[in-house]
T-cell receptor
Framework: EAEVAQSPRYKITEKSQAVAFWCDPI?????LYWYRQILGQGPELLVQ????????DSQLPKDRFSAERLKGVDSTLKIQPAELGDSAMYLC??????????????FGPGTRLTVT | AQSVTQPDIHITVSEGASLELRCNYS??????LFWYVQSPGQGLQLLLK??????LVQGIKGFEAEFKRSQSSFNLRKPSVHWSDAAEYFC???????????FGTGTRLQVFP
């Protein structure tokens, strides 16, 4: 069964350093999402791509976060510089239009970021 | 404001007992509702979804959920819990295309043998 791949699974970095996460969606899924999940909370959408275009980045802290999906396939989320409050699980999801024209989102295993 | 409330942060049940996890939502339009499960260190897996029609929906792993519009609720149930059901459960609401989901804060389920 096809899965969303993410790497690394765990990342420890010092504050003020740069960090990057990678996501490879399920083949054929045009929509890709990056979520941030703070411990004890539900996921919150950071950015959404449709193919290579950003369709929603309203919750992305653009002073330090950036995301790209250059060829409309895999994607990278970057934080520079990292801050202590960025410690969280970063989840990638991809979707296709399923029954009734509804997106069905499939999630990757996530990257657990710890900023020290 | 659009939101999802899961009132129970942590629930403990014995294996074989029945389970109900509560979910209440606030949404301006017709809600499309989802339940996801997250095992430790893993991503989220879709258990079931409700778009329209029969208000009782069946999902994977023996779970079901009932949509009650009058109560703005979408509670998740299972008649007999297995130890492998121990995980965190998230309720989510979204627009008609299932995009831009709003998640609740989750309920952690612990199962005792």
């Amino acid at each position: 069964e096809a899965e969303v791949a993410q790497s690394p699974r765990y990342k420890i970095t010092e504050k003020s350093q740069a960090v990057a996460f990678w996501c490879d969606p399920i083949s054929g899924h045009a929509t890709l999402y990056w979520y941030r999940q703070i411990l004890g909370q539900g996921p919150e959408l950071l950015v959404q791509f449709q193919d290579e275009s950003v369709v929603d980045d309203s919750q992305l802290p653009k002073d330090r976060f950036s995301a790209e999906r250059l060829k409309g396939v895999d994607s990278t989320l970057k934080i520079q510089p990292a801050e202590l409050g960025d410690s969280a699980m970063y989840l990638c999801a991809s979707s296709f239009l399923g029954t009734g024209g509804v997106h069905e989102q499939y999630f990757g295993p996530g990257t657990r970021l710890t900023v020290t | 404001a659009q939101s999802v409330t899961q009132p129970d942060i942590h629930i403990t049940v014995s294996e074989g007992a029945s389970l109900e996890l509560r979910c209440n939502y606030s949404y301006g339009a017709t809600p499309y509702l989802f339940w996801y499960v997250q095992s430790p260190g893993q991503g989220l897996q879709l258990l079931l979804k409700y778009f329209s029609g029969d208000t009782l929906v069946q999902g994977i792993k023996g779970f079901e959920a009932e949509f009650k519009r009058s109560q703005s609720s979408f509670n998740l149930r299972k008649p007999s819990v297995h130890w492998s059901d121990a995980a965190e459960y998230f309720c989510a609401v979204g627009p008609s295309d299932g995009d831009k989901l709003i998640f609740g804060t989750g309920t952690r389920l612990q199962v005792f043998p």
